[in-house]
DNA sequence: GTCTATAGACAGATAGAC
DNA sequence: GTCTATCTGTCTATAGAC
């Protein structure tokens, strides 16, 4: 793999394992294997590459999401959205970007992540609006807001699984929330 | 207020906002106005600082839930914890700590962490069971499951908000969640 | 493109005077 | 209890040789 592609996905990782205050040049350079002036040489600092970083991260994170979008009633794509494998106690690559001081006070670092977010707001509530029409989910359930609580209940799930060192209450988060769903619809 | 008190007030705020990697005994000496010496007369050092800090904001958070919980019936007292009111884009101060490697990695600055989302998971089970034993939730609706969903669509709906740099998307998952419990009841 | 050298600032303490 | 001095290591680059 070329030098710039180890950079972008080592300074991936670190992002997500340590974030953006956690995560030192140098740190990012033994991962990749590469030299301080190789690195320098590609980018202009740890912003500039965190910057890759995310971005390259929030096309993976949309990527995925919409592989589950794809096929089914809407019900069953939401609740394969939800029941995806993940590596819960990792926690969300993007998710935990929101607790970085550095990332939110930068406006080009919290752009892709507002952005990924949107996007996943967005597509679900258009997913629950096609449930609606198609008789799937009551007309009086309101998409947006419903689309806001999907999207939580995984953030807020990785949060209290991460306290509770264990994967155990990120899954009840997602049963409770699809029981929910379920007798709505 | 003393030295000690002043200290851990600061490093409870500095937690907050800059989590356990981005916040350095420096800083805290300047917010607390403390000097160096003080600092290191009182605490050991970083770590036992912030563990004060952390179990102190343990206990806040549980007396200002317990609030909430005292008085209405289940489903009110659910719906008061829910919309009480927040600074919703500093985030959660516990929540935040989940992203903080240093703090996940050691057993010890962990623990409050664990135990205050396991108390807010427990007390929130308890209410639902009361509700279901009231007629206000059917028998049907598995209390750990939702007080699981309940504490995730909170956490979740901090870090939605912080992304978007806008408390709506936080209102939105709330009131989401209200709807749903609603529609079950 | 990659390497090594250098550098000022800060992190996280320790030591000893007062 | 609090203060100042000191110390080792790391952070985040920059400069210039190869």
Redesign the pocket.
């Known amino acids: 793999m070329?030098?710039?592609e180890r950079l972008i996905r080592s300074t991936q990782e670190l992002l997500w394992e340590r974030g953006?205050?956690?995560?030192?040049?140098?740190?990012i350079?033994i991962a990749a294997d590469?030299?301080?002036?190789?690195?320098?040489?590609?980018f202009?600092?740890?912003?500039?590459?965190a910057k890759a970083a995310i971005e390259r991260s929030g096309a993976e994170l949309r990527a995925a999401a919409e592989e589950q979008f794809t096929e089914g009633t809407a019900a069953s794509r939401i609740t394969a959205y939800l029941r995806r494998d993940r590596e819960v106690l990792k926690g969300c690559r993007m998710g935990r970007l929101t607790s970085d001081p550095?990332v939110m006070a930068d406006p080009v670092l919290r752009a892709p992540v507002d952005e990924t977010f949107a996007w996943i707001r967005s597509r679900l509530a258009e997913i629950i609006a096609e449930g609606k029409k198609s008789g799937e989910y009551p007309k009086s359930l309101d998409a947006a807001k419903t689309a806001a609580t999907i999207a939580a209940v995984l953030q807020g799930g990785y949060v209290l699984a991460r306290a509770a060192n264990s994967a155990e209450p990120f899954d009840l988060a997602i049963e409770g929330l699809i029981d929910l769903l379920g007798a709505v619809s």
């Open positions: 070329e030098t710039v953006y205050v956690g995560t030192s040049p140098k740190a350079q590469a030299g301080q002036g190789s690195m320098y040489h590609h202009s600092g740890k912003a500039e590459l550095d």
